[in-house]
C-alpha cells in the first residue's frame, strides 16, 4: 500500500482479555514507531524500532505491554490482561530515515481505537 | 518532551490573522525538527520540517523558524484557514543513530479559527 497501515481500526475488549493491535510500514522503511494517544491529549511514546537494532522499549508503561516486528515488515502491539485505563487510539508510524542515514518525517497510520469495556 | 497526561492548550485565532505557535524542545543535541497537523479522527500529517544548520524554512502559507539558543521552534502560518483548525505537535530527532534516534513529541497545541 501507499502508506502506513493500521488493523483493526477499532476494536472493543472485555476488561482482562488480550489484544492485539497491527501496523503495516511503508515498504522499506526501517524504523517504526507506537505511540499511545488518549482523548484529547497528546501522543505518548511507546516502542521504535530501528532496523536490526534493539527496540527503544522505554515507553512501555507495563509489563502487559509488547511489541514485536519482523525484520522491516509487520509489526504488532499486544496488550495483555487489558485495562480500562488502556483505552485510547493507539498510532504507528513509519520512517525510512535514522540508522545509516539522515533522520526525516515519520509517516502515521489512521490508528487503532481501543475501547475497553 | 513527553505528552502524558495533559489536556491540550488552545490558541484561538481570527480568520484571515496571522498564526504563531510555539514549542520548546528538550535535547539540545537534537538535529532535526518536524511539525504535524492533526485533524479529528486521524492521524498526525507532516507539514514542514527544519534541520539544525537553519534557523527557517518557508513553505506554503507556513513558516518554521527555529532558535537554537533557547531551544525554541515556532510554527507561523499566514492568513489561517478554518481547515487549519486542528492538534499541532513539534517533534525533534536526536540524532540519526543510537538510543536517542527516536522521534520525540512535544504536548500539542489545539488551534481553534474563528470565523
Known amino acids: 500500500g501507499a502508506g502506513v497501515s493500521q488493523s483493526p481500526s477499532n476494536k472493543v475488549t472485555e476488561k482482562g482479555k488480550d489484544v492485539e493491535l497491527r501496523c503495516d510500514p511503508i515498504?522499506?522503511?526501517?524504523?517504526l514507531y507506537w505511540y499511545r494517544q488518549r482523548l484529547g491529549q497528546g501522543l505518548e511514546f511507546l516502542i521504535y524500532?530501528?532496523?536490526?537494532?534493539?527496540?527503544?522499549k522505554s515507553g512501555l508503561p507495563s509489563d502487559r505491554f509488547s511489541a514485536e516486528r519482523t525484520g522491516e515488515s509487520v509489526s504488532t502491539l499486544t496488550i495483555q490482561r487489558t485495562q480500562q485505563e488502556d483505552s485510547a487510539v493507539y498510532l504507528c508510524?513509519?520512517?525510512?530515515?535514522?540508522?545509516?542515514?539522515?533522520?526525516?518525517?515519520?509517516?502515521f497510520g489512521q490508528g487503532t481505537r481501543l475501547t475497553v469495556v | 518532551g513527553e505528552s502524558v497526561g495533559l489536556h491540550l492548550p488552545t490558541l484561538s485565532v481570527q480568520e484571515g490573522d496571522n498564526s504563531i505557535i510555539n514549542c520548546a524542545y528538550s535535547?539540545?543535541?537534537?538535529?532535526?525538527f518536524i511539525w504535524y497537523k492533526q485533524e479529528s479522527g486521524k492521524g498526525p500529517q507532516f507539514i514542514i520540517d527544519?534541520?539544525?544548520?537553519?534557523d527557517k524554512r518557508q513553505g506554503q502559507r507556513v513558516t518554521v523558524l527555529l532558535n537554537k539558543t533557547v531551544k525554541h521552534l515556532s510554527l507561523q502560518i499566514a492568513a489561517t484557514q478554518p481547515g487549519d483548525s486542528a492538534v499541532y505537535f513539534c517533534?525533534?530527532?536526536?540524532?540519526?543513530?543510537?538510543?536517542?534516534?527516536?522521534?520525540?513529541f512535544g504536548k500539542g497545541i489545539t488551534l481553534s479559527v474563528r470565523p
Open positions: 508510524a513509519s520512517s525510512p530515515g535514522g540508522g545509516a542515514i539522515p533522520n526525516t518525517e515519520a509517516f
Open positions: 515498504s522499506g522503511h526501517t524504523a
Open positions: 524500532f530501528q532496523g536490526n537494532s534493539a527496540p527503544d
Open positions: 535535547n539540545s543535541a537534537s538535529d532535526y
Open positions: 527544519i534541520r539544525s544548520n537553519m
Open positions: 517533534a525533534e530527532n536526536m540524532g540519526p543513530t543510537g538510543a536517542n534516534s527516536k522521534l520525540t
